[in-house]
């Protein structure tokens, strides 16, 4: 019975090398050690992670495509509005979305504003990260 390093077993499973680590430290995969402490792989334990990838994608999880759709975020700031306009500005860009009657401007980078597409009209949400929150209410003085 052959056995295989760690990289010669994840050529033959068609993984990435730190892949397969991972999935050893993790107890996924059994392997035996050497004097060195080195991870040895049977061949054996390769056909049985391979049997087991096959069942994987017997039924495969659809492609995300480029770019990704947001499903689910963990913050509850959000802010959902309409895009009022979109300023470029060599590698930044400033994003002003309308939410209610209120403005909230937004700078972000070039590329993100290229992969999100936004134009003018377009629906939006500001997803808002704050170590601090500061609360201000108006105060009128006394009328003399």
């Known amino acids: 019975m052959a056995v295989f390093t760690v990289?010669?077993?994840a050529a033959q499973l068609g993984v990435g090398y730190s892949t397969l680590k991972q999935w050893i430290h993790?107890?996924?995969v059994r392997t035996t050690l050497t004097d060195g402490g080195h991870h040895r792989l049977a061949e054996a334990e390769i056909a049985r992670l391979r049997a087991t990838?096959?069942?994987?994608?017997?039924?495969?999880?659809?492609q995300r495509q480029q770019g990704g759709v947001l499903m689910l975020v963990s913050g509850r700031n959000r802010l959902r509005g309409v895009v009022e306009e979109v300023r470029r500005e060599g590698l930044?860009?400033?994003?002003?979305?309308?939410?209610g009657d209120q403005l909230l401007t937004a700078v972000i980078t070039r590329d993100a504003l290229d992969e999100l597409k936004l134009k003018r009209?377009?629906?939006?949400t500001a997803l808002?990260?704050?170590?601090?929150?500061?609360?201000?209410?108006?105060?009128f003085s006394p009328s003399e």
């Open 7 to 9: 990289r010669q077993a």
């Open 92 to 99: 930044v860009a400033q994003v002003r979305l309308r939410i």
């Open 53 to 62: 990838e096959h069942r994987a994608t017997e039924h495969p999880a659809p």
């Open 121 to 124: 009209g377009d629906d939006a």
């Open 128 to 139: 808002v990260k704050a170590t601090e929150v500061m609360i201000a209410r108006e105060v």
């Open 26 to 28: 993790r107890g996924r």
